[in-house]
């Protein structure tokens, strides 16, 4: 199975942190641009670290490389250059995630990120065609009532955002956590999607379902865990967002060929394909649809799964049929 048939196939990308798009070599060049220096000589000492034990060890080093994101240019450099990825790799629809909590912390107010996001979305639209929009992240190991005001302030602009979201730090941080925070969120228009089953138990799947009422999950590959789960998730047809090379990449799964995507697909749960963190896992999309092509995918389960991506999606139902 060639690239190419790959990259034809249409597809939407689910789950991606824009941040975790960030490539070594722009990282490099934004420090410079803000007068930052990163704790590391070079670009080659930084792709050395790209050598994770678990989520945590991963996450440590991706909030390190967030804090040359500082201007709205920034943002917008950032989004540009994966959508000009996106668009080589057929990517036709996009939900990216983003952590405003994280560029707070770093003096970046959420306006700043949102506008430099939004503003590439635009551009993506006119130059390559590709829709999408914008999915707010809480970051489950910081204190729910900062997911509040955070969620607060930009009430008034829900209209620039597709929907909420939860990640970082799983184990320990239930989604019960954030009940009311996702209550809101869904009183203020919004779509819920939440990470879970990703390090977590299967139990935070059920929980993200019951409790915040979610869409989607993210990941959700402990699933395979509970018979009762997986039967919850074909039964209320809750697709996943599943990050093949991220999850050998975090050691959640010991190679490609024993990942759960194939239990998952077999059992009839709707999975997609994604890349959570491309820069740091080694492949965007397509790399990780070919990597499946190498385990034994056939390329009619490939286009299934991309099929799934843009029927999963939050666009409209004017713009799905004519992806589909
Ligand atoms: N933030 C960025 N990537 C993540 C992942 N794989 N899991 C949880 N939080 C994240
Ligand atoms: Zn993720």
Redesign the pocket.
Known sequence: MTLDALRALPKAELHL?IE?SLEPELAFSLAARNGLELPFADVDELRERYEFAD?QS??DL?YACMTVLRTEADFRDLALNYLERAHRDGIRHVEMFF?PQVHAANGVPVDVVMDGLLSALEAGLTRFGITGGLILCFVRDLPVASAAATLESVAHRTGDLLGVGL??A?VGYPPSLFEAVFARAGELGLHRVA?AG?EGPAEYIVESCERLNVERIDHGIRAVESQAVMDMLVRDRIPLTV?PL?NVR?RAVEHLGAHPLRQLFDAGVIVTINS??PAYFGGYVVDNYSALAGVDYTLRELATMARNSIAASFASEARKTELQ
């Open positions: 942190h975790g989520l991963f996450l991706y952590d990640d970082s799983e990470h990703e990050c991220s975090l959570d963190d």
